[in-house]
């Protein structure tokens, strides 16, 4: 099984800060990661696919980075509807797995 | 537009099974295949399997081979999940998602005596 190790696990920062995530793979991925958004009692959010396609309708300061292993998600300017908490999911074959979440809250 | 519309709420006892479903519409079940997700309260989610529904073919993560069951009708565009011997560490919302960013409601599902 591929693992998918998030970091941090927690951060606190404030409104206009730049806020970045990161996930590593146990192996190589390519570039088949996707990154999601969720608040507390609904299903998560695509927020990119692909490692660094950013799905429709949701804002450019999220972006995307990384392949093969390591893997970047970055907040441009942390807005007030931000903070949730955050997955990663590789997705190279059918058994997807998922990182382990970052929370983040406000400073 | 794409929809996937999970069954409601299930509370249930040790011991016992639950069935959930996951009705699609805005799409052919048969083209794609379907995960299951679960996630206890304050955790992260947790991948359970996946199922084809054109095949039938399955698979599963090594935790839940022998308890899960995940199976699809194409007929009513609804994927279906069986998780048997339930305990209280089976309490958790379970999801169904499509490739594509595409989730389910979530299921509430609750083990208790």
Redesign the interface.
Known sequence: ?IQMIQSPSSLSASVGDRVTITCRASQSISVWL?W?QQKPGK????LI?KASSL?GGVPSRFSGSGSETEFTLTISSLQPEDFATY?C?Q?KS????????TKVEIK | QVQLVQSGAELKKPGASVRVSCKASGFTLSSYSFSWVRQASGQGLEWMGWVTPNSGKTGYAQQFQGRVTLTANTSTNTAYMDVRGLTSEDTAMYYCLRPGGYWGQGTPVIVSS
């Open positions: 099984d996707a999601y299903a998560p959010k695509l696919y799905e997955y999911q997705y059918l058994w997807v797995t998922f990182g382990g979440g």
